[in-house]
């Protein structure tokens, strides 16, 4: 049986493939058809290619109307750098890749969007639950949502330490329980929840929109999937992950968390 690394380096192998990653970074969000007007195939292969990116989770799609528009999802190919490039030439690389990097996006034309899916073992009304109740989303999350969860309302991320710190204030645009919510997360930037019924299971989509700079779309790459791991095996074992799996980027945490400290 294929492991989720099989299926990466698997979709990676094909050209094809590897041109619609590419497609995808330079500017996220596309429709199908948009992913196939620069290629010289049958809009049926294309979709076949897409799949076999989505299984390997390098893609994930989000239906916006009569739209299905597709994202790149990074998280696979951050977790091959880490385990096959950074542990062998992590300082060189690094360097290399930031000086190509602004040698190749001397200005970002637009704001980058992360989407993550999730698969979840629950009910629609109780992943509800799970992030808009202050006290579950402090046993999953390390913050608790407090809000009364109405469009137009504020809501806050506040620590669980009793400081009463908030570390994130935003507002909450849209509410559709146990379906949709929508918040800003800071300024400028804004997050989607969508809540599917998918068979037995869920399926959760949260898709991070306008971010400011490449150095919060890296932080929230790897805050997302700490947090909705955390989420998961809440709901589905009773209790959240052993370790909390955002201590794995604690620097990124600390960093965010130290702007927001009394002086």
């Given amino acids: 049986m294929a492991t989720d690394t099989d299926k ?7 050209q094809t493939r590897r041109y619609l990653l590419d497609r995808l970074h ?4 596309q429709t199908l058809g948009e992913l196939c007007a620069h290629l010289d195939m049958a809009r049926q292969s294309v979709t076949q290619h897409v799949a076999v990116l989505e299984a ?6 989000v239906r916006r109307g009569r739209e299905r528009l597709h994202y790149l999802n990074p998280v696979p190919l951050h977790e091959i750098q880490e385990r096959w490039i950074d542990k062998f030439e992590t300082p060189r690389l690094r360097a290399l890749s930031d000086l190509k990097r602004r040698a190749e996006e001397p200005d970002m034309a637009d704001r980058p969007t992360f989407v993550y899916v999730t698969y979840i073992e629950s009910t629609p009304e109780k992943v509800w639950h799970a992030l808009t109740d202050a006290d579950l989303s402090a046993e999953y999350w390390g913050h608790s949502n407090v809000s009364d969860w109405q469009a137009g309302s504020t809501w806050e991320h506040r620590r669980t330490d009793g400081s009463g710190v908030a570390d994130v204030v935003g507002t909450v645009l849209e509410t559709v329980p146990p379906k949709r919510l929508v918040i800003t997360f800071g300024e400028p930037s804004q997050v989607t929840f969508d809540i ?9 989509t949260v898709t ?3 971010l400011a700079t490449q150095a919060d779309y890296d932080a929230i790459s790897a805050g997302w ?4 791991a955390n989420l998961k095996s809440l709901l589905e074992t009773g209790h959240v992950l052993p370790q909390a799996p955002w201590e794995m980027h604690e620097e990124l945490r600390t960093a965010q968390m130290a702007a927001n400290d009394p002086q």
């Fill in 225 to 228: 999937p700490a947090v909705l």
């Fill in 56 to 61: 390997a989770n390098l893609i994930s799609s």
């Fill in 8 to 14: 990466v380096f698997k979709a990676l192998a094909d």
């Fill in 26 to 29: 330079e500017r996220n969000g």
């Fill in 196 to 204: 599917e019924p998918y068979g037995q299971i869920v399926r959760l």
């Fill in 208 to 210: 991070h929109e306008n």
